[in-house]
């Protein structure tokens, strides 16, 4: 296979997007700039409360507003939406209650929609929800996870208790291990729950045409497939008159893969009402209903021999996701991957762990970008840092002594995961060289004696990406985990790109161009790319979990080398030459041998298609192709890099000050250098942002208390370092582009590489801090400042 | 059943001048510049991210000094002249940043990218010799949560040096 790997080519260079240039003008095409005729706005009426029944709710005076057309609560609505329950069959025993688009009789979060005004324009909406009466009855909340998990007071009484999804796991030979080591390390860590602050709300318009029965929606989504499918079921429209359109979408992160209940009203609103509808969330909705992730306290211990190899890991975790399961993916997803993950990246053979995935009453969690990821990393790199002290190791050694070798592949970790091919070493050799470590170790030790407290933080990761049916199709969600790219030759000897993984600004268009002009012989100003919509694309997941390269783009090249191989039968038959000796080069089809033109490719469009009667009298020529991939042979493409954190710690104020990140990725063939660098920034800085500055804050009756874009702090470029980013290439052998996926690597390693650098830095004070964020207030009362 | 309207949903003639060409509209007085110049003139390069004057997704620019449009009444910028990305996109005065986010692939989702070379060009034209840090600095009021900054911060300080 190795030899049919794309070489040359765009294949591997850092090209700019051809599909920047309109965002750069402000000439995209994001779903709230989408106009119809007609079109009405859909405003909701969201619950102040965490838990109350709703006693009497009054829509007759919002009806009379100026400019309303409906106002409309749960009951009127389900007529038009069935409620779902988001479980999966492979995550055994998960439970969760029916929901519904707009809430009926009870509310189970602050946020939960409870009646939808659509008016002429949403100012007139917005005014009317403030004639709406509402008299609650308010139930006891849940929202402490450990209050969850005891079941005192049941969120929703049929499922008998508040526990969603449970794992327990264990190797055979854990106990026998865990009885001989010689030093057992412990820690306890708490994430706070963060969420994705896409720019760009979630966003949606939604046509119902009653004549032809159809309904098109454009959407903000990830996965157009997916939510062509959930709005045919839910609203009983046939599948083949649902058309999803995913234009510009500003932002995603995982946000914006999930079925949103007010969505899902919106789209049953267009069909109620027979006209055209948009909603689009604006940021305080945003906080209290886009997906929040990552509400985790985790207990892990690593046993260890005194030689210092590591011998087991034990993990019980404890997570939280808000009433209800999320829809379809569940959200039992992250803490089944928490369990998967931990310890990953080293070489022990025994693993024992323990989850407990809870209903509280705050807003529903799912999976956002890294998904448990950076929970395991944390955990992982956190009690690795700690058993190294104790052992009086240097982290960087510590780690080269327990990491998987690299000629140990493929490799089974003892939670089960397949690694076909992972790079530890080499990436850990690659980050100290480009850090310059041991000069580093120098600094920091000469600065410590003028007390100034800098800390370095090494974080290795594995990463989840390209993911087969494993992850949903086996369970029973009707997730594709297949992709399909069509290629077409137009008369001109332009060609047109048509693939089904969506582009949310990561480079999806700009990879598929170059990957199809390599594979084709043309210059990638020949190429046009579509993504985002379900009439007109092939069948596919979509972007999720790090694929659209690694499935996507394996898609393209197939579509690809196929389409070459049309074009040449057709040169072939007009030059009267074997095809054997034929090639395209620069837009021509050349003779393989001497590179002589032998025919344009605009003059081969002209003949297959204009005038064919000049061909044999039995050819006919092909000049689209659609090819599919789908892996099979890995459940997941598991890639792995490593971080480290250079940081500074004002011990007076506990201010963290970020000086540099270092990350050295390995994605398999990288096709666009530029492109998989940018994507690990703005993956470290979200994850810099989970363990510096992110969370959303609840106080014990479920109120968030800093739903504002003012109060719930992200990273800002005048806090953020400069990124050092570095490539090892190990190519997957089971497609032949060999790209893996590089979304998720910044995400999931920074935070543990913060963490671990901030408790380096505190260490010679006797300090520590387990809880993210590691705000200034936390660190200062890890130094019992106050 | 009684109806009322709200007092900021008065409507006043305002006249201004929208990337050069004279507009007058009878408009809400509660109504926002980037509500209106996304709803009324089709102007939707802007955007609005969190519509209280935080991330910087809507900022415009008002008599040449850059505002942020969610906390701009429409009726405020009677008189003045209103230029948008799409304007300055047409005479050509982003260009050159244009140019280098493009090459330097200094956005991702381009939800945050009109305000973000707004708020940019500001800076090239008060301060072209500003440090990294001092871009760091001027963007702190826009938000990208997709680049991390770093593209961002290289574009900018590339198209200053070659005004220089």
């Known amino acids: 296979m190795t030899a049919q790997r794309p070489s040359g080519g765009y294949v591997g260079q850092s090209v700019p997007r051809a599909n920047a240039k309109r965002l750069l003008q402000g000439r995209g095409a994001y779903t709230d700039d989408v106009r119809l005729p007609r079109l009405a706005h859909i405003v909701f009426f969201r619950s102040p409360h965490a838990h109350a029944r709703i006693v009497r709710l009054d829509l007759a005076k919002a009806r009379t507003m100026p400019g309303v057309i409906a106002a409309v609560d749960g009951k009127a609505l389900v007529e038009y939406c069935t409620p779902w329950v988001a479980v999966l069959g492979h995550l055994k025993g998960i439970k969760s209650a029916p929901q519904h688009a707009i809430a009926i009789d009870r509310v189970c979060w602050q946020g939960e929609a409870v009646a939808a005004v659509i008016a002429e324009t949403r100012a007139q909406a917005e005014d009317a929800l403030e004639a709406i009466e509402v ?33 327990d796991f264990k190797t055979d030979g854990f106990d026998d291990v865990w009885s001989k080591a010689d030093l057992v390390v412990e820690e306890t860590y708490e994430f706070g729950r963060h969420t994705g602050v896409t720019l760009e709300p979630r966003s949606i318009v939604a046509d119902y045409n009653a004549a032809e029965h159809t309904l098109t929606v454009w959407q903000s989504t990830q996965a157009p497939h997916m939510m062509q499918d959930i709005f045919s079921r839910h609203l009983n429209i046939p599948e083949a008159n649902v058309r999803v359109v995913a234009k510009d979408v500003g932002g995603s992160y995982g946000i914006k893969v999930h079925v949103y209940p007010d969505e899902m009203a919106a789209a049953a609103l267009a069909v109620m009402l027979k006209r055209p509808v948009k909603f689009i969330a604006d940021r305080l909705e945003s906080f209290v209903t886009d997906i929040h992730a990552r509400e985790h306290r985790a207990t892990v211990r690593m046993a260890c021999s005194k030689a210092g190899d590591i011998l087991a890991f034990d993990l019980d975790d404890l997570t939280a996701i808000g009433p209800y399961s999320v829809y379809p993916r569940t959200s039992g997803i992250e803490g089944n991957q928490v369990v998967n993950l931990t310890g990953g990246p080293y070489k022990h053979q025994q693993y024992r762990a323990k989850l407990d995935v809870v209903f509280t009453n705050k807003n529903v969690t799912c999976q956002y970008r890294a998904v448990g990821h950076p929970i395991a990393a944390a955990l992982t790199e956190g009690i690795v840092d700690r058993a190294a002290a104790k052992l009086g190791m240097d982290p960087a050694d510590f780690r080269r002594k327990n990491l998987i070798a690299d000629d140990a592949y493929p490799y089974t970790f003892p939670s089960g995961i397949k690694f076909e091919r992972l790079s530890h070493h080499k990436t850990l050799d690659k980050l100290l060289a480009m850090m310059d470590y041991r000069t580093l170790r120098a600094e920091q030790a000469a600065l410590r004696k003028q007390r100034v407290y800098r800390g370095i933080g090494l974080a290795t990761i594995i990463e989840v990406t390209g993911p087969s049916p494993a992850f949903y199709g086996v369970g029973g969600a009707r997730i594709s985990a297949q992709d399909g790219a069509t290629l077409r030759l137009e008369p001109t000897g332009m060609v047109t790109c048509i693939g089904s993984v969506t582009e949310q600004g990561q480079g999806t268009e700009a990879i598929f161009a170059q990957i199809a002009a390599s594979a084709l012989g043309v210059t990638m100003d020949k190429v046009r790319v579509m993504t985002g919509d379900t009439g007109v694309t092939p069948y596919g997941g979509g972007t999720w979990a790090s694929r659209g390269a690694a499935i996507g783009g394996e898609a393209v090249l197939q579509a690809g080398r196929a389409l070459r191989s049309n074009i040449l039968d057709i040169a072939a038959a007009i030059l009267n030459m074997d095809k054997a000796e034929l090639d395209i080069v620069n837009n021509e089809v050349v003779n393989k041998l001497t590179l002589e033109s032998k025919l344009p490719l605009v003059e081969l469009g ?132 060999g790209a893996k996926g590089a979304g998720e690597a910044g995400t999931a390693g920074a935070p543990a590489a913060v963490m671990n650098a901030i408790n380096d830095a505190l260490a010679p004070l006797g300090a520590r801090v387990t809880t993210q964020p590691f705000t200034p207030e936390r660190i200062l009362k890890a130094l019992d400042k106050i | 059943m009684k109806t009322r309207t709200p007092p900021l949903a008065q409507s006043v003639e305002t006249t201004l001048i929208v990337n050069g060409t004279t507009v007058t509209r009878r408009i809400d007085a509660r109504q926002h510049l980037v509500d209106f110049l996304r ?126």
């Open chain 1, 135 to 167: 008299e609650w009855q308010e139930l006891p909340a849940v929202t402490a996870m450990s209050d969850a998990l005891a079941g005192k007071t049941v969120i929703h009484p049929d499922l008998g208790d508040n526990i969603c999804f449970h794992r």
């Open chain 1, 606 to 737: 002209r003949v297959a298609y204009f005038r064919p009667d000049t061909l044999p009298p039995k050819f006919q020529s092909e000049l689209t192709v659609t090819r599919h991939y789908t892996p099979r042979e890995y459940g997941f493409s598991f890639t792995n890099g490593i971080h480290a954190s250079y940081l500074e710690v004002d011990v007076d104020t506990g201010f963290v000050r970020l000086l540099k990140h270092w990350a050295v990725d390995d994605s398999g063939t990288v096709i666009n250098p530029m492109l998989v660098d940018e994507q690990v920034r703005g993956g470290v800085v979200q994850g810099i942002g989970a363990a510096l500055f992110e969370e959303c804050v609840y106080d014990e009756n479920g109120q968030l208390l800093n739903g504002t874009m003012a109060d719930y702090l992200v990273p800002m470029s005048g806090e953020m370092p400069d990124i050092v980013v570095g490539h090892v290439e190990t190519p997957t052998k089971q497609s032949q582009l």
């Open chain 2, 39 to 164: 709803e009324e003139l089709g102007l939707t390069g802007s955007h609005a991210g969190c519509e209280h004057g935080v991330c910087g997704a809507c900022t415009l620019r008002v008599d040449g000094r850059i505002v942020r449009g969610c906390l701009t009444l429409a009726v405020q910028a009677g008189g003045k002249r209103v230029d948008t990305i799409e304007g300055l996109s047409d005479d050509g005065t982003l260009a050159a940043l244009q140019e280098a986010f493009h090459r330097r692939n200094a956005l991702q989702c381009g939800f945050c990218t009109p305000g973000m070379l707004l708020a940019a060009h500001d800076l090239v034209e008060k301060n072209p010799h500003a440090t990294r840090e001092e871009i760091r600095e001027h963007l702190s009021g826009n938000y990208c949560r997709c680049t991390g900054y770093q593209a961002i911060v290289d574009a900018i300080e590339t198209v200053m040096k070659g005004k220089r």
